[in-house]
Each structure stands twice: as C-alpha cells, then as structure tokens.
C-alpha cells in the first residue's frame, strides 16, 4: 500500500466513524440486577444485556433495557440507559420520553421538561406528552404555559383530560368561576374522584358550601387521575418476577383487568396454582390465585373468579382471603348464611383482620343478628379499621331501625 496516499483516506473514513452513529461516547451497556434472587428477572435482565453487547449500535437495544430497568425498580439504571438509547438512536421519540418520565418520578420538573421537549421536537402530535408537559408546568407554578400545553392536548383528542388540566391552571391563576364551568360537566362524565374533589374545593372557594360538600363527598376516594399512554404501557412487558406481580395488581386496580391477567397467567408458569397447597413456597402462588379473582370480578367474570377462590381454597383451607373473597361472592348473591360460613372461619383463622370484622358485621346485619353485628363492628373498631368513622356513623343512623336483610348491600364499606 502507498500509505503517503492513502492517509488522507484513512482519516476522512476516522472522521466519518466519528461522526456516525454509533458506541462513541456510550461506553457499555448499563449492568443492574443479574445478581438479584429473583430468578426469573435475573435470567430476563441477563438475557437483555448480551443482546444489548451483541448489538452496541443499537439504540433500541439500549432503550429495552432501560424499560426493564425500569418497570423492574432499577432507576438509577434505566435513566443512564435511556440517555445511552437516545444518544444512539436521536430520532426515536421513546427515549427522551421515557427520561422525562422518569424524571419526574424522581421529582425533577425541569429535568422531565427540557427531555420532554427533545421527544416533541420528533414528534410533537402525541397528546399525552402535551399533558404530562402542563402538569410538570404546573408542578413548578408556570400556569399560563400550562394551561396553553392542556390546550394543545385537547386539540389533539385529549379533550376531556385536557378539560381537567385546564381547569387546575384556571385554579392556579385564581379562576375559581371558569373553572368550576368546566368541572361540572366534566365530574358528571366521568364520575371521577379527583374531579369531584377538585370541583369541591373550587366551590367552596365560591361559596357554595352546600354544592361543595356534596361533590367532596363524592370525591372521598384517593384514586389518581389517569390517561392512556399507548408508550408507557410498552414497558409493561419487560416486568419480571415479583415487580411484574405489583404491576399486575396496579392494573388491575386501574380496571386494567385484560392486561393484569396477562400478567398473572404468565407468572403462573413460574409460580404454578399447586405451590399453593405446599408449605414451603405456599404464600406467593396462593397471592397470585387470589389476585387473579380481583381481577376476574373487576373483569365481571364472576364464575372464573369463584373458580379460582374455590380452588386454591381445596388447596390451602386456612389461607384468609381465600375466605373473604368467597364470602364476598357469596354476599353479592345475597346468600348470606354462606358468607357467614366463610367469614367466621377467616375470623377464627386470623382474629386481628379487621376487614373481616366488618364484613362479618354487615352479614349479621343482614340476617337480623343485630346484637352479634354491633359486636362484631365494635371490634372492627377496636382494631381500628381505617374506616371506623363510616362503621360508627352507619350504625348510629341504623341500629334503631332494625332494616331488613335485603337492606345489608346498602353497607358503605368492606
């Protein structure tokens, strides 16, 4: 070879190299959890990594492994790995996404703003990225851009999302009377907790105590305000072991159901229903019997959900919510001698549940043992239940009337 001639090309193919896309300035992929004892996820992770050394260029390797990462508790990891996949790959809009999620999980706003603003630099139509944009604005007290970022997802088919975002800008900036004109109807559609609440407080402000402790009223529960987020849902599928298990019951208490029992039939593979009857590993396969019929009941499966109570009760007849979840079913049909069955025997099992007092209670109720029902609220209370405030005041207003069995369903709690 003439190398006096051919060094300039050398250099320029160097040059190129440089500027390319590729492991420059990346380094490794990131190493987190192949150590963990949760076999399963280490396997998973494990298997992520070589694929992600296999592949050093790619971007979506490096960003699938910060998904797993994430959904799977790793944080400090998937935000590096994030960072390293939108280094590789600029034009994929997950990547910045993603970072500016977890960004403001961590508690960082301006942090979750600037990523944020790179992924709708590439894709600036995909409205809950406009949403999360005016809830971090809100978040550091910027309500005008807010209310301007909830606007722009309305435009984009997020309307009545974007209807609730407005309205807390309108708050911020001291518009109690607009934004109570967009709560209203918005509480009557969706029927959501944090909107009555939101409306509640705006109309107290106004003035309207009576209106206000209505809507707070129907807005007593602590469930958060939620949109589908078609992006975030893909880490979803990289949850292993048992972060994979909280996530299920978090979808599942979400009315996610379909997604939830994906979930679990998967770790049943792993974790099959027999376990339940062993003593040794019984705890885990007898928690993920049980949640799947949460979620089949969620789902309106009613038999499958009795099914699988019934069966992992033939396996393991002292495991409690076994019980309650029977006796539950059996409650909704109005069959109240056989909750009483099932309920005394989680009581005997475990006599410091609460939960299972109450239920007791609204059973005894309903059978005309009123005597037996105040006792058993009374120790519901003793125990103290985190709804003792509801026994203690549905009592005070029924135990004169003695209503009838057919009246039990009208309970509000356990």
Request: with cysteine; hydrophobic share 45%; glycine share 8%.
């Amino acid at each position: 070879m003439n190398w006096p001639r051919a060094l300039p090309l050398l250099c320029a193919i160097g040059v190129l190299a440089a500027c390319a896309p590729g492991t420059a300035g990346v380094g490794e992929p990131v190493v987190a959890g192949v150590e963990t004892p949760d076999e399963e996820l280490s396997q998973y992770l494990g298997d992520l990594l070589a694929t992600a050394r296999a592949l050093p260029e790619s971007g979506r390797m490096r960003g699938r492994l910060g998904m797993a990462y994430e959904v799977n508790g790793f944080l400090a990891a998937a935000r590096a790995s994030y960072e390293q996949a939108e280094t590789l790959a600029p034009e994929d809009f997950r990547w910045p996404y993603f970072g500016a999620r977890l960004a403001a999980r961590e508690g960082d706003a301006e942090g979750a703003l600037a990523r944020l603003a790179r992924a709708l630099a590439i894709d600036a139509d995909y409205a809950p990225a406009w949403l999360w944009r005016g809830t971090w604005l809100l978040d550091l007290h910027r309500a005008s851009e807010a209310l301007a970022a909830f606007q722009q997802a309305a435009a984009l088919g997020a309307a009545q999302e974007a209807d609730f975002g407005c309205a807390q800008a309108l708050i911020a900036q001291g518009k109690h009377a607009e934004a109570a004109e967009l709560l209203m109807p918005l509480a009557e559609r969706l029927g959501h907790p944090a909107v009555y609440r939101a409306l509640g407080q705006t109309l107290r402000v106004l003035g309207r105590i009576d209106d206000a402790r209505i809507a707070l009223a129907r807005g007593s529960e602590t469930r958060p305000f939620e949109w589908a987020d078609e992006r975030q849902r893909e880490k979803t599928a990289h949850a292993r072991g048992y972060a994979s298990f909280d996530l299920a019951q978090k979808l599942s208490s979400a009315g996610r159901s379909a997604e939830a029992l994906a979930i679990f039939d998967r770790l049943r593979q792993r974790h099959p229903a027999e376990q339940c009857g062993r003593p040794e590993r019984f705890f885990f396969a007898c928690n993920l019997l049980n949640s799947s019929r949460i979620a089949y009941a969620r789902a309106d499966r009613l038999p499958e959900a009795l099914q699988t109570a019934q069966r992992g009760l033939a396996m393991n007849p002292d495991f409690v919510p076994f019980h309650l979840s029977i006796a539950s079913h059996y409650r909704q049909l109005r069959d109240f001698d056989a909750a009483l069955r099932h309920l005394e025997r989680a009581v005997t099992l475990n006599p410091h549940l609460g939960h299972a007092r109450v239920q007791l209670g609204r059973v005894l109720f309903a059978l005309g043992s009123f005597d037996e029902a105040k006792a058993a609220f009374g120790e519901a209370l003793r125990l103290a239940h985190p709804q003792r405030c509801s026994i203690w005041a549905w009592w005070k207003r029924n135990r004169r009337t003695g209503r009838r069995r057919s009246n039990a369903s009208a309970v509000p709690f356990g």
